[in-house]
Structure formats: structure tokens, C-alpha cells
Antibody, heavy 120, light 107 residues
Framework: EVQLLESGGGFVQPGGSLRLSCAAS????????MNWVRQAPGKGLEWAAT????????YYVDSVKGRFTVFRDNSKNTAYLQMTSLRVEDTAVYFC?????????????WGQGIPVTVSS | AIQMTQSPSSLSASVGDRVTITCRAS??????FGWYQQRPGEAPQLLMS???DSQREVPSRFRGSGSDTEFTLTITSLQPEDFATYYC?????????FGQGTKVEIK
């Protein structure tokens, strides 16, 4: 059974940093792209970042470029989202999701989501 | 970035109704497209990939169609568990882009 478990969220002041982790199990982790999708309170889904199975890319939405870094450790079956210079508008539930292909593809399995709150 | 325009933003329907949701892409994306369902408080769930390929557990009342710039999700007979928000997502290129969502509510 495919499982994705996010951790590392919480409360942080503007300008602060957080690192989210996504621990994966139940599939050959290195064969799949891993994605981060976020959802601000009461809003729709926003794709944030993707890293390919081999670690190539990565790709970011413009609003997080230069502040967020997505990376992975295939030996630990874990993907990460390092978030720096956090802004109030980064407040959201962050989901990790598996892509169906090494570089792209639909998001066929999702974690339960982890809340991040940026506030003074 | 490719813009995905989803309509309607919300709709009210009764159990047993036929419901249609549309998503339009700002440029052709072949069939690189998916539909997602999100119930309140839950993670999204993939319904359809490649525009019309339903995931294994998805009931047959959900049907996807379309290609290039216009895509449709049809629920042929709405059930109580289908009241949720539906999103489209283009899988064609980066940055990935979702539609704004369609909230399906009980009439």
C-alpha cells in the first residue's frame, strides 16, 4: 500500500524557516516524481514544487522561487520542502503527492497534509 | 504559464442528477490532464488521468472526456458521497496549474 506521511509543519514568524518532510512507503520511491501542493485556508489547490525521481528539475511556482527548495533522499524514501523567508501568504496546508511518472504525471497518491502557519 | 479556467465555480444539485463540470486550458495540452475530488477536511483524490482514464476505485458514474483545450467531468447520477469540490490540473508542463475548483453542493 502506498503511503505518504508529511511532518515538520507548525507555526513560524514571517521571515522564518521550516522544513517539511514526506516519508514514502509501499512503492519504488526513486521511480516517481514527488510534488508539493498547498491550500491556503478556504482557498483552492496550488501546485508549489516538483522534483523528479532522479532529483532532476526541480520546478517551482513563481511565488516560491528563491525561497523554497525541494529535494529528496532516495536512500531514505523521503522528499523535503525547505521553506525560507516565509511570508504570511505562505500559510496553508501543505500536501505531498506522488506523480505517476518520473518527471511529471497525475498526482495519484497524497499525504494527509500538514498545516503551516506564518504569523507574527 | 498555462491557465486552467474551470466552470462553474459552484453548483447545487440533487441526488440522482447529472452534473457536468468544464475546464478550459489556455493552450493545447493534448490529454495531459486530470480531475481531482476533495471532500472537506480531506486530501484530494485523483479521479481521472489522461483526461478520461479513471482510477481503479472510482465509480463508473464519473466520466472524463476532452482533449487539447476543453475537458469535461460528468457525474451521471449524483450520489451523497459526491458532494465535494472538484479540481482540474494540467500535466503538460511546468508550472503546473490547477483550475479554481467547482464546489458541488446539495440542493
Amino acid at each position: 500500500e502506498v503511503q505518504l506521511l508529511e511532518s515538520g509543519g507548525g507555526f513560524v514568524q514571517p521571515g522564518g524557516s521550516l522544513r517539511l518532510s514526506c516519508a514514502a512507503s509501499g512503492f519504488n520511491f526513486r521511480n516517481y516524481a514527488m510534488n508539493w501542493v498547498r491550500q491556503a485556508p478556504g482557498k483552492g489547490l496550488e501546485w508549489a514544487a516538483t522534483i523528479s525521481g532522479s532529483g532532476a528539475g526541480p520546478y517551482y511556482v513563481d511565488s516560491v522561487k528563491g525561497r523554497f527548495t525541494v529535494f529528496r533522499d532516495n536512500s531514505k524514501n523521503t522528499a523535503y520542502l525547505q521553506m525560507t523567508s516565509l511570508r504570511v501568504e505562505d500559510t496553508a496546508v501543505y500536501f505531498c503527492a506522488r506523480g505517476t511518472r518520473p518527471y511529471m504525471g497525475a498526482l495519484d497518491h497524497w499525504g494527509q497534509g500538514i498545516p503551516v502557519t506564518v504569523s507574527s | 504559464a498555462i491557465q486552467m479556467t474551470q466552470s462553474p465555480s459552484s453548483l447545487s444539485a440533487s441526488v440522482g442528477d447529472r452534473v457536468t463540470i468544464t475546464c478550459r486550458a489556455s493552450q493545447p495540452i493534448r490529454d495531459e490532464f486530470g480531475w481531482y475530488q476533495q471532500r472537506p477536511g480531506e486530501a484530494p483524490q485523483l479521479l481521472m488521468s489522461l483526461a478520461s482514464d479513471s482510477q481503479r476505485e472510482v465509480p463508473s458514474r464519473f466520466r472524463g472526456s476532452g482533449s487539447d483545450t476543453e475537458f469535461t467531468l460528468t457525474i451521471t447520477s449524483l450520489q451523497p458521497e459526491d458532494f465535494a469540490t472538484y479540481y482540474c490540473l494540467q500535466d503538460y508542463n511546468y508550472p503546473r496549474t490547477f483550475g479554481q475548483g467547482t464546489k458541488v453542493e446539495i440542493k
